[in-house]
């Protein structure tokens, strides 16, 4: 179980859920909590240090986010970063002004002295800056620790009140020693020693799961993605059977994925809870029919989704608390501190207005995808599912152009499979972030044998992306391509003609819908 902890008081920034991983990854661990929470809630989560994060605003606006100067003298050492740094020095006496010249992105950092944040820090640094105001003055008895050609204060510190803080924001990449800074902090003045793991967080969050729940009942939408997997799994571990995950198969799903998931959760899996799969298929598709318009599809799939999962809930009966995968890309930050507004989720958009629970359990929305992924492999999930590339909510409705039919599903289906096929094949499934096979709803004339074919063309899309904001189509073998083609236009029937899209993002999207 960890004990160490180190809480993040969120002012607004863009990086706070990064400083926070930052931490984690030093071996600490650490949440974000609303700049609003108050001194006694946090002392008593008795954590080793707090972290003030930037935001957007000026301290000396009395519109302003502050937080009461007591927090300083609590005893607790304190980091504060960018606005969080002059959140200290203000609150504390020194100045803040609207600097003669604002600092965005790569600068140079020189360090004047290598007491304790700074202490792993060459003479000059590259940091990370980006604000309007700027510290003039450091309040009394603080000591100025960096600076920069037009910013005095970069960084400055009390080692005597614990109290530190960086202009600068180190925990963005870009900051060449941002870990061995924050580092710093949590191993120096907070005197935490690093004892968390991914393994405690399973720990701790069972434990705190089963705490919670007591003997109440709680749902699960399970899609079979990485996300709503992990916090099934979690949660079986920690309540059993108390535990009903609702498995909804609405026939737009890739090939075999639905016997893949029953195999993994179902009766005959390794998990400790109640599965039901749903074949809801004939529904989506009845509903389906006709429609060409893509948002209409995907508001179509979304609402059918969340009546399946309505019906199923109430045969269930009464459930005290229902379960979300979200994870915290998620989450947005809609307003200052208060970063614990969820996003609908695109897979169950606004489930929770249609069943009732008492509260939602969403065990991961403090991670990132590559901590889920961490998480889940702590737990036993197969490699295959931790490592599933992202499918959409709407799956193969929106990879189905114009109107969705059960024979055209089949063929996108069985296309994609050998597309999938052939990139593992090639060793190119972990290089290639996101692939799949698309049905164009164009036909055209081709010749197979000596017959004239007016068949479908299938479309391969494959991604190479960091965040799936932004795309490059993948420079897939040429050789590789070929197989494929030859493949698909053999095996599955009905296609005559395959085509490589090779738009990017923008000004193309991911998905073809
Ligand atoms: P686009 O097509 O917008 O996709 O470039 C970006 C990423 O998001 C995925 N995506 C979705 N995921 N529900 C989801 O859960 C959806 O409705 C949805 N639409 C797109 C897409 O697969 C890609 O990874």
Partial sequence: MNKELIIVLDFGGQYNQLIARRVRECGVYCEVQPY??????????????IILTGGPNSVYDMASPHYDKALFQCGIPILGICYGAQLMAWSLGGQVKTAPVSEYGKTEVTVASRKTLMKDVPDTTIAWMSHTDYIEKVPEGFEITAHTPVCPVAAFECDELKLYATQFHPEVEHSRQGKEILSAFVYGPCGCKGDWQMDSFVEATIKEIRDKVGDGKVLCALSGGVDSSVAAVLLSKAVGKQLTCVFVDHGLLRKNEGDEVEAVFGPDGAYDLNFIRVNAQQRFYDKLAGV??????????????????????????????????????????????????????????????????????????????????????????????????????????????????????????????????????????????????????????????????????????????????????????????????????????????????????????????
């Fill in 36 to 49: 609003t929470m108050s001194i006694d809630d946090i002392k008593k989560k008795n954590p080793k240090g």
């Fill in 292 to 513: 060409t318009e893509p948002e209409e599809k995907r508001k179509i799939i979304g609402e059918e989704f969340i009546r399946v999962f309505e019906e199923e809930a109430q045969k269930i009966g009464a459930v005290d608390y229902l379960v979300q995968g979200t994870i915290y890309p998620d989450v947005i930050e809609s307003g200052l501190g208060d970063s614990s507004v969820i996003k609908s989720h695109h897979n169950v958009g606004g489930l929770p207005d249609y069943v009732d629970f008492k509260e939602i359990i969403e065990p991961l929305r403090m991670l990132f995808k590559d901590e889920v992924r961490k998480a889940g492999l702590e737990l036993g999930i197969p490699e295959y599912l931790v490592f599933r590339q992202p499918f959409p909510g709407p799956g193969l409705g929106i990879r189905i152009i114009g109107e969705v039919t059960e024979e055209k599903v089949k063929i996108v289906q069985d296309a994609d499979f050998i597309y999938r096929e052939e990139i593992a094949a090639a060793g190119l499934d972990k290089e290639v972030n996101q692939y799949f096979a698309a049905l164009t709803n164009m036909r055209s004339v081709g010749v197979m044998g000596d017959f004239r074919t007016y068949d479908y063309a299938v479309a391969l899309r494959a991604v190479t992306t960091n965040d799936f904001m932004t795309a490059e189509a993948a420079k897939l073998p040429w050789e590789l391509i070929e197989k494929v083609t030859t493949r698909i236009i053999n095996e599955v029937e009905h296609v005559n003609r395959v085509f490589y899209d090779c738009t990017g993002k923008p000004p193309g999207t991911i998905e073809f819908e």
